[in-house]
């Protein structure tokens, strides 16, 4: 038997591992000192475990301790990426290149920065939700700083050619940033390999606490220069400021080491359910199609419209599993997700998009339980959908006037 | 986002679902929303000729629960109504029976659209 609810949306968050846990607790408790306190053993205990912590996270990218500059999460991260560079180089150039399907985080920092008289470039991505690395050389002109393009989409699972983009970034001369949150500790991430300068981290996202994240900063070949976002105390090297969060940095090194010795093994698995899932659903329902390419995606994504199936009608009939859709009803905007508008996703089928996250603590026996529950319900709601039943007549759905007027 | 029970009941035991003979002379059919807002209803009475009492109804629902439920109920309360009195049920009232909150407004009114549609495509042919 499976426990229910059963959670399957570790894009959004993932559960902290025990193991975590057990690690910060000596730190929420009677080991509480302050990291900057450099006078006491409550002090030095403290930054002790901060710097071994940042090893670990350092050691999940590839990289030198002294280059993790420790921030509240990814948003931030992105922020004091963006922002950093754009005004640390303003002499040099004002103008930044991103993409359209990149986390709000960068989009509306962008479009702040754009306020400030910076000139951005927001690339389109193929109906594979790819960018296009000949658009990327064209974007590229001798006043662009910075180049921020995500490694892994957390809709859709999309994994850019960072390789490739890091060496074109380093041949013009242009700063890389990727949000890498999906993606370090889900697959291979290394910053040297990927010629990466800048490198936003989420500890929640690989089953680390809320509330702590990392920017990589490059130290050498280039060194990369920030300006603060957040002013004060001159800690993490000067470029973030505020008393460090230790429980929340040493749950987060211990996430990273996890991540970095299970890799291979938990990327085989995840992979392996997400298969299952697929294939079954694939296997059991007509008109399914799956948002964004199948081969360059992450482990534990799948992300399919269900046609005919409005996707909030199809989570609350399978309420006891925890997933998202890209649905307008689930969101604040009413609006559908702009990444499978981006994508070329019709309207209509991205109102129909569930995103199952298959993560860490998933079970075989979970995803039989989540395909069996899906196709049921799909299958009732189908009954009750008066597309499906014009699609079975054989009416082009394309070709109705639909009176869109309210009376 | 919560659901009242009413709207639960509603898309979990959905009322009068089907389909009607689109062209039996005594059948209307309303056909509301668009897929690419996220809410289709089709609607459909089956009209008795001499006392115009909506003698059947039938709906089927693309969207979200709150519209299911909307359509489930609009059917019910058609039911037995005359087409005159069937075109007094308001939007508001169907938002009060199921609780719908402000954002689901949208679904109410696309269910007295529905109910219109299919009074007009009724007497259309009539």
């Given at each position: 038997m499976v426990n229910l609810p059963i959670y399957m949306d570790n894009h959004a968050t993932t559960p902290v591992d025990p193991r975590v846990l057990d690690a910060m607790m000596p730190f929420l408790t009677n080991k509480f000192g302050n990291a900057a306190s450099r006078n006491h053993k409550f002090g030095w205990d403290a930054e002790q475990a901060v710097e071994e912590a940042r090893k670990e996270i350092a050691a999940l990218i590839g990289?030198?301790?002294?280059e993790i500059v420790i921030t509240s999460g990814a948003t931030e991260s992105d922020n004091l990426a963006v922002k950093g560079v754009a005004w640390m180089y303003r002499e040099k150039g004002d103008h930044i290149i991103t993409a359209v399907t990149e986390h709000k985080a960068i989009l509306d920092t962008c479009k702040h920065l754009e306020k400030e008289g910076f000139r951005i470039t927001f690339l389109p991505v193929n109906d594979k939700g790819l960018v296009d690395l000949d658009d990327l050389k064209r974007a590229i002109?001798?006043?662009?700083t910075l180049i921020s393009i995500m490694t892994a989409n957390n809709e859709v699972g999309v994994i850019q050619d960072i390789k490739e983009i890091g060496r074109i970034a380093r041949e013009r001369g242009v700063l890389f940033h990727t949000d890498a949150v999906q993606a370090a500790g889900k697959i291979p991430f290394n910053v040297n390999e990927m010629n990466v300068d800048l490198a936003s981290l989420s500890a929640h996202k690989i089953y680390g606490p809320k509330g702590v994240g990392a920017l990589y900063v490059r130290r050498r070949n280039p060194r990369v220069l920030l300006t603060p976002i957040i002013d004060g105390g001159g800690h993490e090297r000067g470029m973030r400021s505020g008393t460090l969060n230790v429980p929340g940095i040493v749950g987060f090194g211990k996430a990273a080491q996890l991540s970095r010795e299970g890799l291979a093994k938990e990327t085989a698995e995840t992979f392996r359910l997400r298969e299952k899932l697929r294939n079954t659903l694939e296997g059991e329902l007509d008109e399914v199609y799956i948002n964004g390419d199948l081969q360059k995606r992450l482990p534990g994504n799948l992300n399919m419209s269900f046609a005919y199936v409005e996707g909030e009608s199809l989570l609350m009939g399978i309420n006891d599993i925890a997933v998202s859709s890209?649905?307008?009803?689930?969101?604040a905007s009413l609006e559908p997700s702009y990444v499978l508008k981006a994508l070329g996703v019709g309207e209509d089928l991205a109102h129909t998009s569930i995103r199952f996250g298959i993560g860490r603590f998933n079970t075989e026996e979970e995803v039989d339980y989540v395909s069996n529950r899906v196709i049921e319900t799909v299958r009732r709601l189908r009954e009750l959908s008066p597309l499906y039943e014009m699609a079975k007549e054989g009416i082009d759905l394309k070709s109705v006037h639909w009176a869109t007027e309210s009376s | 986002m919560a659901y009242s029970d009413k709207v639960i009941d509603h898309y979990n035991n959905?009322?009068?679902?089907g389909a009607l003979p689109?062209?039996?002379?005594?059948v209307g059919t309303g056909l509301v929303g668009a897929p690419e807002c996220g809410d289709v209803m089709k609607l459909q009475i089956k009209v008795n000729a001499q006392t115009e009492v909506i003698e059947e109804a039938k709906f089927k629902t693309f969207g979200c629960g709150s519209a299911i439920a909307s359509s489930s109920l609009a059917t019910e309360w058609v039911k037995g109504k005359t087409l005159a009195e069937a075109l007094t049920i308001k939007n508001t009232d169907i938002v009060k029976e199921l609780s719908l909150p402000p954002v689901k407004i949208h679904c109410s009114v696309l269910a007295e659209d529905a109910i219109k549609a299919a009074i007009t495509d009724w007497k259309k042919k009539h």
């Open positions: 990289a030198d301790a002294r002109t001798d006043k662009t890209g649905s307008a009803c689930t969101s | 959905p009322r009068n679902v689109k062209e039996d002379p005594n």
